[in-house]
């Protein structure tokens, strides 16, 4: 079965469904505690069916914060000097962080294919972070991804159900 959600409502459904999430998170503190493999089949069976191509919101609105090893890697891949990485595509934001200069991401193609999908950071790799251990200490931070990701959103929405 195919993610038939419409990625451009996403922002007014998630908005709708936030104060349900977030009622949920705080009756089931511990239960969400012991559900990191059933949150992860979750994330396995929504992601395999849903076409990121076809969405490309993290490439164009999330900022992934940027390690000195990804730098690297992108200067690998690009062929350039890391300080000229840093200089074309990287800023320091508010929080001290290295992040894209400018989103959408400079690396984001028109076909929302990836340019440099190889050597792409770490935190692209991750994202949405719906597989990763501990998942009850980032559900907050999830209800705010889920205004821009469809995996998020249905991975909460699962939740609710089991
Ligand atoms: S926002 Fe979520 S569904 Fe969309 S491209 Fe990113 S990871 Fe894939
Ligand atoms: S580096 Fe690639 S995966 Fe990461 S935000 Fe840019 S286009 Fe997306």
Not at 40 to 52: A, G, N, P, V
Not at 108 to 127: F, H, Q
């Amino acid at each position: 079965m195919q993610n038939k959600l419409n990625y451009k409502d996403l922002t007014l459904m998630a908005a709708k469904k936030e104060n349900g999430w977030l009622k949920y998170l705080n009756r089931n503190k511990k239960k969400l505690e012991a559900m990191d493999l059933k949150i992860h089949s979750l994330h396995e069976e929504i992601s395999e069916r849903t076409d990121c191509l076809q969405c490309a919101n993290c490439c164009r609105t999330l900022g992934p914060r940027i390690t000195q090893k990804d730098v690297e890697k992108m200067a690998r891949a690009l062929r350039l000097k890391t300080g000229d990485v840093i200089t074309r595509y990287l800023r320091i934001d508010e929080d001290d962080d290295m992040v894209f200069r400018e989103m959408p991401c400079p690396f984001l193609g028109p076909d929302n294919y990836c340019d440099i999908y190889e050597s792409r950071p770490k935190a692209c790799r991750e994202y949405p972070h719906t597989d990763r251990k501990k998942f009850f200490q980032i559900y907050k931070l999830s209800v705010k991804n889920a205004y821009t990701c469809p995996i998020v959103y249905e991975v909460l929405e699962g939740i609710q159900e089991l």
